[in-house]
């Protein structure tokens, strides 16, 4: 069947939907076991090193530069750095998502590496805060940004709707490994051997894992789609079932990065009065706990799924869908952001971490996995495209929700509650923009199996 007639017909979104699913089951399916496929998985894990693992890492870096590097500059001006970071990496995908789906995988990947071990480089040498935010906030930012959403849309092209989650999700366990081993090896070299050479061992890492990516992605040059793309998929736009599902992860990026720029600062400024060094593994305990918040949910679903020998169309149709996991995960964080205000002692605030830690895993890796579902992507040949436009809007959670945190942050009395709050509200109201997409892919799966 045709899809571009469908498309421009006067059909209702759940019509729509239900032709450009059946589209792909004309196409031979998508081999799970092949070596090649899984090669992209250990790509994208080394992606995810560059780009979410430098980014979580953040936390460490603050404090060096609050402490000693740039004493003199405010915690809401130190953030922006982050922030700018953890942006791009995601605001970038508005442009490669498209180029992606043009046909352009290799040179992004190449550029992308590229980009972000100079940026590294560059951070070693930064004396001033103006060198530390083009560095480490632009330049590293966006070349963890140029690949970021390549990887994603080479791993989820090649593996089918039962596997992708599961695909994706030991993909961004790279994510946890560079932020543990990150913030633990930055805190013990960099009294021995300074600040430079310690964010150039970094960067000589980075390297390393960026010639791995090289290798295997850009042997996936892409194939260009046969209609001319454009930036911006403007039916996404009109979706409404689209853009509520994006606007909520605007929310949730308000709030995400809270936590994890903030645990050392919070562990010795509040009533807790930890020692330095705990206070930088307290970053690493809870990067850890994201692994299995990255990887049990989706096994669990692949289990759900691999009972049976029925299809994929019906294996996705499960009771256990990515999406429950989304809702259910930005729910338990708006509660954690708020009993994070009851934490009272050290140990508590571990296990808090702990708990934290694991929601995080999930709301990173869990939106990826459902914007190839029919009601949020249509048609696959435009899933770079999506993706990007999924990742863009979010950005704008991801720019400012850590600035206004530092603002509401007061060092000097060790009070964080505003800022608690601030995240804890933002965890509500994305809930709550969950809502309509829940239910429109609910009843989108449950006409697929009548």
């Known amino acids: 069947?045709?899809?571009?007639?469908?498309?421009?017909?006067?059909?209702?979104?759940?019509?729509?939907?239900?032709?450009?699913?059946?589209?792909?089951?004309?196409?031979?399916?998508?081999?799970?076991?092949?070596?090649?496929?899984?090669?992209?998985?250990?790509?994208?894990?080394?992606?995810?090193?560059?780009?979410?693992?430098?980014?979580?890492?953040?936390?460490?870096?603050?404090?060096?530069?609050?402490?000693?590097?740039?004493?003199?500059?405010?915690?809401?001006?130190?953030?922006?750095?982050?922030?700018?970071?953890?942006?791009?990496?995601?605001?970038?995908?508005?442009?490669?998502?498209?180029?992606?789906?043009?046909?352009?995988?290799?040179?992004?990947?190449?550029?992308?590496?590229?980009?972000?071990?100079?940026?590294?480089?560059?951070?070693?040498?930064?004396?001033?805060?103006?060198?530390?935010?083009?560095?480490?906030?632009?330049?590293?930012?966006?070349?963890?940004?140029?690949?970021?959403?390549?990887?994603?849309?080479?791993?989820?092209?090649?593996?089918?709707?039962?596997?992708?989650?599961?695909?994706?999700?030991?993909?961004?366990?790279?994510?946890?490994?560079?932020?543990?081993?990150?913030?633990?090896?930055?805190?013990?070299?960099?009294?021995?051997i300074g600040f430079p050479w310690t964010v150039r061992i970094i960067a000589f890492i980075t390297f390393g894992l960026s010639l791995i990516i090289c290798a295997v992605l850009c042997r996936h040059p892409g194939h260009a789609a046969p209609t001319r793309r454009s930036l911006i998929d403007r039916r996404a736009i009109l979706e409404p079932t689209f853009m509520l599902y994006s606007v909520s992860l605007t929310c949730i990026m308000l709030a995400y990065y809270i936590p994890i720029f903030y645990v050392p600062t919070y562990a010795r400024t509040s009533s807790l009065h930890t020692s330095k060094d705990l206070s930088f593994y307290m970053l690493a305990i809870v990067n850890g706990a994201s692994t299995f918040g990255r990887t049990m949910p989706y096994l669990l679903l692949g289990i759900s799924t691999s009972g049976s020998k029925s299809s994929d169309k019906n294996a996705s149709n499960k009771l256990v869908k990515p999406i429950y996991i989304l809702v259910f995960s930005t729910v338990g964080s708006a509660l954690a952001m708020f009993t994070w205000l009851a934490v009272k002692n050290t140990a508590g605030f571990?296990?808090?971490?702990?708990?934290?830690?694991?929601?995080?895993?999930?709301?990173?890796?869990?939106?990826?996995?459902?914007?190839?579902?029919?009601?949020?992507?249509?048609?696959?040949?435009?899933?770079?495209?999506?993706?990007g436009m999924m990742w863009g809007i979010s950005s704008f959670g991801g720019l400012a929700g850590t600035p206004i945190a530092g603002a509401l942050v007061d060092l000097e009395t060790g009070e964080f509650w505003k800022a608690q709050v601030f995240g804890g509200c933002m965890m509500v109201v994305a809930a709550l923009l969950q809502a309509w997409p829940t239910f429109r892919i609910v009843r989108y799966d449950r006409r697929a199996m009548v």
């Not at 922006?80 to 970071?85: E, K, L, T």
């Not at 929601?359 to 009601?375: F, R």
């Open 1 to 192: 069947m045709r899809t571009d007639i469908v498309k421009n017909s006067p059909a209702s979104h759940d019509a729509l939907a239900s032709v450009e699913n059946a589209a792909p089951s004309e196409k031979p399916p998508v081999d799970n076991s092949n070596l090649e496929s899984w090669l992209t998985v250990v790509a994208g894990f080394c992606v995810f090193v560059n780009s979410w693992g430098l980014l979580s890492t953040y936390g460490a870096f603050q404090e060096y530069y609050q402490t000693v590097l740039l004493p003199t500059v405010s915690p809401s001006v130190l953030s922006w750095v982050g922030s700018a970071q953890a942006t791009f990496i995601v605001l970038i995908g508005i442009v490669t998502g498209p180029l992606v789906d043009a046909g352009y995988v290799r040179p992004l990947m190449i550029i992308g590496c590229f980009l972000t071990v100079f940026g590294m480089m560059m951070t070693s040498l930064a004396t001033s805060y103006y060198q530390v935010l083009l560095a480490q906030g632009f330049c590293a930012g966006i070349g963890g940004g140029i690949a970021y959403i390549p990887s994603l849309a080479v791993i989820s092209s090649n593996f089918s709707a039962a596997k992708r989650p599961i695909a994706i999700g030991l993909a961004s366990i790279g994510s946890s490994i560079g932020s543990v081993v990150y913030p633990i090896l930055f805190r013990r070299l960099q009294p021995q």
């Open 350 to 387: 571990i296990v808090w971490l702990c708990y934290w830690g694991f929601l995080t895993g999930i709301l990173v890796t869990a939106p990826t996995s459902i914007i190839a579902h029919p009601i949020l992507c249509p048609d696959m040949n435009f899933i770079g495209t999506r993706l």
